[in-house]
T-cell receptor, first 110, second 112 residues
Framework: GQQLNQSPQSMFIQEGEDVSMNCTSSSIFNTWLWYKQDPGEGPVLLIALYKAGELTSNGRLTAQFGITRKDSFLNISASIPSDVGIYFCAGQLNDYKLSFGAGTTVTVRA | DTAVSQTPKYLVTQMGNDKSIKCEQNLGHDTMYWYKQDSKKFLKIMFSYNNKELIINETVPNRFSPKSPDKAHLNLHINSLELGDSAVYFC???????????FGSGTRLTVV
């Protein structure tokens, strides 16, 4: 299956900071998705991207579908404590299968 | 009104036992999935059904057998459980396999 490299693996945030994470793939995708998982819950869809170059926002979240179709990034602006969790990128080509990155764990800096 | 519901939420069982996990979705989706999340949080697809037909079957031991009695249900039966089967199993559904998946809240399986 396709390999997705997600970075960073983990990050600490301070309230009010802007944070960024990204995902690269060895092959192209037609769809990029970003999910967030809270402890004890399933991943929840944050943003879906369907076209190369597309830039989409959802509140304080902004994500872009890279021009090469092999990468995507997610930005969180003015982070708040409830932003902690695990963020996953996911890519899909033409089949029914979503391939996931390994996740970025976001924690509040003490 | 839970969109994708899985039961049980927690399952602790001994090695060698057979167990089932059930999943139901009320979103009217036509495609359902089972994903396994390991201790490193990596999500890997196991199976997918579209309109009750198996369309994805990744390299999963034969001890795992999915069953979809109708479009709204996808169950997972596991025979002869092993320690390495311990993980969180997520059910998900989608419309036509696109537009993102909706996940259930997971079943944490612990084999002792």
């Amino acid at each position: 299956g396709q390999q997705l490299n997600q970075s960073p693996q983990s990050m600490f945030i301070q309230e009010g900071e802007d944070v960024s994470m990204n995902c690269t793939s060895s092959s192209i995708f037609n769809t990029w998705l970003w999910y967030k998982q809270d402890p004890g819950e399933g991943p929840v869809l944050l943003i879906a991207l369907y076209k190369a170059g597309e830039l989409t926002s959802n509140g304080r979240l902004t994500a872009q579908f890279g021009i090469t179709r092999k990468d995507s990034f997610l930005n969180i602006s003015a982070s708040i404590p409830s932003d902690v969790g695990i963020y996953f990128c996911a890519g899909q080509l033409n089949d029914y299968k979503l391939s996931f990155g390994a996740g970025t764990t976001v924690t509040v800096r003490a | 009104d839970t969109a994708v519901s899985q039961t049980p939420k927690y399952l602790v069982t001994q090695m060698g036992n057979d167990k089932s996990i059930k999943c139901e979705q009320n979103l009217g989706h036509d495609t359902m999935y089972w994903y396994k999340q390991d201790s490193k949080k990596f999500l890997k697809i196991m199976f997918s059904y579209n309109n009750k037909e198996l369309i994805i079957n990744e390299t999963v031991p034969n001890r795992f057998s999915p069953k979809s009695p109708d479009k709204a249900h996808l169950n997972l039966h596991i025979n002869s459980l092993e320690l390495g089967d311990s993980a969180v199993y997520f059910c998900a559904s989608s419309r036509n396999g696109v537009y993102g998946y909706t996940f259930g809240s997971g079943t944490r399986l612990t084999v002792v």
